[in-house]
């Protein structure tokens, strides 16, 4: 069975930084491609960054873009997201999730085909505010 748990996240003031993590059990990373996705309430869920299951590849919403990086680390079957800068509008849920059908996580500005991610984490609450 697939599982992801994303793990880090927490209350952080305007400006803070936090680093998420996204394990895998169960199963290799890989010859995933790896997304970070955020729900605020009442809002639908977007893509927030992305990796290629080689690391060669990533992307970036334009609202983090500057100030979030992603990573992996395939040896601890581990992809992280590093999140500087936080701001009030960057509250939300985070998940994590993976795809191996064809989504490479190119350049580019694009909404991330949700459809295609199919192993979800439980996702992990971050709250910007002072």
Same mark, same amino acid.
């Given at each position: ?5 994303e ?7 305007? !400006?803070g930084?936090?680093? /998420?993590s ?6 290799? /990373?890989?010859?995933?491609t ?7 309430p !009442? @809002? ?12 060669? +590849?990533?992307?970036?919403?334009? +609202?983090? @873009? ?6 992996? =680390?395939?040896? @601890?079957?581990?992809?992280?997201l590093?999140?500087?800068?936080? @701001? ?11 795809t =191996?059908? !064809?989504f ?18 439980? !996702? ?7």
């Amino acid at each position: 069975q697939l599982q992801l748990v994303e793990s880090g996240g927490g209350l952080v003031q305007p !400006g803070g930084s936090l680093r /998420l993590s996204c394990a895998a059990s169960g199963f290799s /990373l890989d010859n995933y491609t790896i997304g970070w996705f955020r729900q605020a309430p !009442g @809002k639908e869920r977007e893509g927030v960054s992305c990796i290629s299951s080689s690391g060669g +590849s990533t992307n970036y919403a334009d +609202s983090v @873009k500057g100030r979030f990086t992603i990573s992996r =680390d395939n040896a @601890k079957n581990t992809v992280y997201l590093q999140m500087n800068s936080l @701001k009030p509008e960057d509250t939300a849920v985070y998940y994590c999730a993976a795809t =191996d059908l !064809g989504f490479t996580c190119p350049g580019g500005t694009y909404w991330y085909p949700i459809p295609l991610f199919g192993a979800w984490g439980q !996702g992990t609450q971050v709250t910007v505010s002072s």
